[in-house]
């Protein structure tokens, strides 16, 4: 008895017994696995999805991960001097021994699925459920405090540098109002509006408005 199936974008003829190398599987050396995905079984009967084989399933036993041969790709393009390149990649495979076809009850079987490793499922498979990142808490709204003046009095003051001043503890116009050259300067800093504080008189309309 045979089966085709298909596992990393590849289809494979195998039969029990037959040693395989597939694009590299989510498992470790040792461990049994099972292809769910078969597209035709062969042998006394002959049955072939529609796409998949309903009930089928290959079992085999990792070997082990391996790697295949280097391939080199040289690259020289025409009228460019020094212009060449070369590279080597060594594609990276699990090597399996099939021990078992089924031609139905492989949803039973309880054998883990054959998922290549970097497949969405294969990655979870490694990871071993990884866990959820705890969510951040959300940033707390800068409201003003019971008794605070309406900042946006002041002249170019929005709701965004009204949230500002907040954070940095200004609730009130006498606060403006007894600002130093070295606070106008710090909060030039701090509002990142250098010069804005002076050219909109913010110490004179504060002065106004808190009487």
Do not use: C
């Amino acid at each position: 008895m045979f089966a085709v199936l298909k596992t990393g974008g590849k289809q494979y003829k195998v039969q029990a017994g037959d040693i395989l190398r597939v694009e590299k599987l989510a498992a470790d050396a040792g461990e049994k696995i099972q292809f769910n995905d078969i597209l035709m079984l062969g042998g006394d009967k002959t049955v072939v999805g529609a796409p998949l084989v309903d009930g089928a399933a290959v079992q085999a036993d990792v070997i082990d991960q391996i790697k295949g041969e280097k391939v080199i790709k040289f690259v020289k393009r025409r009228r460019k001097h020094s212009s060449k390149r070369t590279v080597g990649h060594r594609q990276k495979l699990t090597l399996v021994k099939i021990t078992e076809i089924l031609a139905s009850g492989a949803d039973k079987s309880g054998v883990k699925a054959a998922v290549g490793a970097g497949s969405v499922a294969g990655v979870a498979v490694a990871a071993a459920a990884p866990k959820k990142a705890a969510k951040k808490p959300a940033a707390k709204k800068a409201e003003a405090p019971a008794g605070a003046d309406d900042l946006k009095k002041l002249s170019g003051v929005g709701p965004a540098l009204e949230k500002k001043l907040l954070e940095a503890g200004v609730t009130s116009f006498a606060q403006i109002a007894a600002w130093t050259d070295a606070d106008v300067a710090e909060f030039d800093e701090k509002l990142s509006f250098k010069g804005r504080i002076e050219r909109e008189g913010w110490v004179e309309q504060a002065k106004e408005l808190a009487k």
